[in-house]
C-alpha cells in the first residue's frame, strides 16, 4: 500500500509559524456573511445590520427600459458586474447545499444573501435571448471615488444576446439559478422552481448562441473580468449544476458526450469566477464517490489529479506555499484563490469520507481528513495564524485592515456627512492615512503574497481590495469549522 501523504503534510505545516490557539470559527462565519450586506445595490431592507450604508442606484436599467436594480457590487467599486455576480450566488448555494446543516442560526442570513443575488439574475435574465451581465462603465466609476449613495457616474447597462453571445457569463448565470433552485427546493417550492425554470432557458440559450462575452463587448468588461479561459467550462459547469438540480437525463448526456470537446480536463488546478474546471471536475466526482454514476469515472480522475496539485510537498509548480504557509497563485487578489481551492478540499474531502476512499498522488495517498487539514490551515491564516499575527477579515480578531479599498467604507456615511460627496471630492478620503470611517464587518481583502506581506494601504488594491467571491466559498468553509474543529 503507497505511504500516506499525512507525514509530508504535516512536516510542511509545522515548519511555518506556530499554530495558534483556536478561533471563533462561528463569529467568523456571521461577519463573513454579515459583509453581503455591505455590497448590496438597490432599496435597502428594513433588516440590514450594517446601517451605515443607504439605498443605492435605485434606477440602474432605466436607460435600456427595464428594472435591473439591486443585486451586489462585486468589490470596492460600484460596478455591478455579472460574471462575478453569478459565481458568487453559485459558491453561496453550494455552501449551503453542502454545509448549511453547520450553521446554526447563521444559515438563514446565508439563505437571505443567495436570495439578494437570485432575485437581480431573475430580473436580468426576463427577456428571452437576453441577459443583462452589467451595470455601469468601469472606467467612468474608477475614475471617481464616491460613495454609492452618491453616485452620479454613468450607469451604461450592457446585455448579451442571440448576435452578441456570450456563453461565459450566461453559463455561469444558469449554474447560480440552477444550484440556488436547491438552497430553495423545500423552503419556498414555487420560487425554487421559477428558479429552474429559468436556469434551463438560460442555458439552452447559452449553448445555442456560443461565444465569449469578453467578444461581443470587450471595451465594457475588459481588463476587469475579461474570460481569459473561453466559455467552454462555463457549459459543462451550468450543464453539471442542471443535472444536479433536475436530474434530467439530457444533461447528463450533454456532459458525457462534451466532456472532451468543452475541455474537463484543463488547467485543473484553477478554480474561480473565470475558470471552472477544478470545481465540474469536484461537483461531479460525487456521484461517482456515492456510486451512482460510473460514466462519469473519467471527472474523478480529473478531481484526483487537481487534489495531489494543490497539496504542499506535491503541488503543481504553478501552486506555491509561503513560508507563513498560505497557497499562492499567480495573479491579483491571492486570497480568492485560497478561499476557493480550499473550498474544494473540503467539499472533496466529505465525498471521500462517505464513499471510505483516499487520493492516489504517484507513489503516496492522501487521506480525506489530510485535506481537511490543508483547508483548516488556510482558514486559519485567513483569519490570523500568519506571520504578520493579522487577520484578513475586517472586524475579526484584535489586528485586521483598516484602510480597505473600498468607497462606501472609506468615505464618511450619509449618516454622518449627509451633503454629497462629489466624484474627486472623495479622492482625499482615498489618500488619506486614516483608518476607514465605516467598518465592513467581515470582508476579506486580496491579502498577501508569496512574501507574507501586507500593506494596509487603499491604493494596494490587489492586496486590499476585498471581493465577494473571496467570501463566497469560505461561507462553506466557515460552515463547517465551525461544527468540526478538531484537526481530524
Given amino acids: 500500500m503507497a505511504p500516506s501523504l499525512s507525514l509530508v503534510l504535516l512536516i510542511v505545516l509545522l515548519s511555518s509559524p506556530a499554530i495558534y490557539a483556536g478561533h471563533d470559527y462561528r463569529d467568523a462565519l456571521r461577519k ?102 452589467q451595470v455601469g462603465d468601469a472606467y467612468s466609476d474608477h475614475n471617481c471615488w464616491e460613495r454609492p449613495e452618491d453616485m452620479d457616474t454613468l450607469r451604461t447597462v450592457y446585455r448579451i444576446d442571440r448576435a452578441h453571445p456570450g456563453s461565459d457569463v450566461a453559463g455561469e448565470t444558469a449554474a447560480a439559478l440552477a444550484a ?41 468588461v475588459c481588463p476587469f473580468y475579461c474570460d481569459f479561459n473561453g466559455y467552454q467550462d462555463e457549459l459543462l459547469w451550468g450543464a453539471a449544476w442542471l443535472h444536479k438540480a433536475s436530474r434530467k437525463r439530457a444533461y447528463r448526456e450533454f456532459i458525457v458526450k462534451n466532456e472532451v470537446i468543452l475541455r474537463a480536463g484543463d488547467t485543473i488546478n484553477e478554480f474561480g469566477w473565470d475558470n471552472k474546471h477544478a470545481g465540474i471536475n469536484v461537483l461531479i466526482s460525487k456521484e461517482v464517490l456515492m456510486g451512482k454514476a460510473e460514466y462519469f469515472e473519467s471527472f474523478k480522475q480529473n478531481a484526483d489529479g487537481f487534489i495531489c496539485s494543490i497539496l504542499p510537498g506535491v503541488s503543481h509548480p504553478q501552486v506555491q506555499y509561503s513560508r507563513g504557509g498560505l497557497l499562492v497563485k499567480t495573479g491579483g487578489s491571492n486570497m480568492q484563490h485560497v478561499t476557493s481551492l480550499s473550498f474544494l478540499l473540503l467539499a472533496y474531502s466529505n465525498y471521500l469520507s462517505h464513499a471510505k476512499k483516499v487520493v492516489p498522488c504517484g507513489e503516496l495517498t492522501a487521506s480525506p481528513s489530510l485535506l481537511r487539514q490543508v483547508a483548516k490551515r488556510q482558514v486559519d491564516y485567513i483569519l490570523g495564524d500568519n506571520p504578520l499575527g493579522m487577520s484578513y477579515m475586517v472586524g475579526y480578531g484584535r489586528r485586521f485592515p483598516r484602510r480597505i479599498h473600498h468607497r462606501g467604507s472609506s468615505v464618511p456615511s450619509v449618516s454622518a456627512h449627509p451633503a454629497r460627496i462629489g466624484c474627486k471630492e472623495g479622492s482625499r478620503y482615498f489618500l488619506s492615512s486614516n483608518p476607514n470611517p465605516n467598518l465592513l464587518v467581515g470582508a476579506v481583502v486580496g491579502g498577501p503574497n508569496v512574501t507574507d506581506a501586507f500593506p494596509d494601504s487603499r491604493p494596494y488594491f490587489v492586496q486590499s481590495e476585498p471581493t465577494t467571491y473571496i467570501n463566497a466559498p469560505l461561507v462553506g468553509l466557515l460552515g463547517y469549522f465551525s461544527t468540526h474543529s478538531s484537526w481530524r
Fill in 32 to 133: 463573513s456573511i454579515m459583509f453581503f450586506e455591505g455590497q448590496r445595490s438597490g432599496k435597502l431592507p428594513p433588516d440590514q445590520r450594517l446601517r451605515w450604508r443607504r439605498d443605492s442606484a435605485l434606477r440602474d436599467g432605466s436607460s435600456a427600459g427595464v428594472d435591473l436594480s439591486g443585486g451586489y457590487y462585486d468589490a470596492g467599486d460600484n460596478v455591478k458586474f455579472g460574471f462575478p455576480m453569478a459565481f458568487t450566488t453559485t459558491m453561496l448555494s453550494w455552501s449551503i447545499i453542502d454545509f448549511g446543516r453547520t450553521m446554526g442560526p447563521e444559515l438563514k442570513n446565508a439563505v437571505k444573501a443567495v436570495k439578494w443575488g437570485t432575485d437581480y439574475l431573475l430580473k436580468a435574465t426576463a427577456i428571452p435571448g437576453v441577459v443583462f451581465v
Fill in 180 to 220: 440556488a433552485s436547491i438552497v430553495f427546493r423545500k423552503r419556498d417550492p414555487a420560487y425554487s422552481r421559477r428558479l429552474l425554470d429559468r436556469a434551463t432557458r438560460v442555458f439552452a440559450f447559452a449553448n445555442r448562441y456560443r461565444g465569449a462575452y469578453s467578444n461581443s463587448l470587450y471595451h465594457a
